[in-house]
């Protein structure tokens, strides 16, 4: 009984440990899916503001005009530079220091967009035509540190592409130049052989030097035979790799007429077998 109840109470801690992961990843499933909404509506929500304030800044004039002209400004610079930053923090982590400037950056826009979107409904024109620019030097001032931002690491990605592919060029230069490296044959063996019979006719007496004169002529012509053959030979192999005959019986061999002369010969020397025969 003491065994039963304790694997009991194992199997309901396990439970309750499995329960509670259960929990667990419920509520960081969650979380997540919220967090992705709430990313998502906030993007559908910029995007309807700056359609708005594109739209006003066509149709409006004066300083309501104007307020939206530079509200609409200062978003499109941080977007751009935004969509820079976090497109090229992966292949460079240098960036991830000036995303994260781009954030402060980010909060002073959005203070400087809160007071322009009061400044655009207060009444009063006086007031507004003496804060405008102000409120535009401010935001003049943000709109070039984001593009000095966007632009320096647009830099930074053409100079890394360049160098990237100047590297990659002399690599393929390189490789060029060993594929173009083979080596010659040279016929070694030809003069190998005339070298030897000279030196045999040389060094012997009269009839002896005529003898190995001969035999040295003799071993010359079989040497350079055989050169010649193998010369035939490679020769042929490499007609056949180049042309794409792969080695393939000709057609005069096919028809059995690759040498007409010798079998014509051939058949002269046979006897003749008739009546004028006995």
């Known amino acids: 009984m003491e065994i039963l109840g304790v694997l009991l109470g194992v199997a309901l801690l396990l439970g309750l440990g499995v329960v509670v992961l259960v929990v667990i990843g419920l509520i960081k499933a969650a979380r997540a899916v919220g967090e992705k909404v709430e990313r998502q509506e906030a993007k559908a929500r910029r995007a309807v503001e700056n359609v708005t304030l594109k739209a006003k800044s066509y149709t409006q004039t004066g300083p309501q005009g104007q307020i939206s002209a530079v509200r609409l400004g200062l978003r499109t610079s941080l977007d751009g530079t935004r969509r820079v930053l976090e497109g090229s923090v992966g292949q460079d982590g240098q960036l991830g220091e000036a995303l994260a400037l781009l954030g402060r950056l980010d909060a002073h826009a959005a203070e400087l967009d809160g007071e322009l979107r009061m400044l655009e409904r207060e009444p009063d024109a006086g007031r507004v035509a003496a804060k405008l620019p102000e409120l535009r030097e401010r935001a003049e001032r943000i709109t070039h540190s ?3 931002m966007r632009w320096a690491a647009q830099d930074r990605m053409h100079r890394f592409a ?10 393929c230069e390189d490789e060029a130049g060993a594929l173009r490296h083979w080596d010659s044959v040279p016929g070694a063996a030809g003069a190998g052989a005339s070298a030897s019979a ?10 002896a030097g005529v003898g190995a004169a001969g035999a040295g002529t003799a071993g010359a012509g079989t040497a350079g035979a055989g050169t010649a053959g193998a010369a035939r030979e490679a020769g ?7 042309d794409g005959r792969g080695g393939r019986p000709s057609a005069e061999e096919l028809l059995g007429l690759a040498d007409p002369v010798a079998k014509l010969a051939q058949r002269l020397r046979k006897p003749t077998t008739g009546p004028s025969a006995g």
């Open 146 to 148: 984001a593009e000095t």
């Open 162 to 171: 360049a160098d990237e592919l100047g590297r990659l060029s002399r690599e």
């Open 236 to 242: 042929g192999a490499r007609r056949g790799l180049t």
């Open 198 to 207: 000279s030196a045999s006719g040389d060094s012997g007496g009269s009839g």
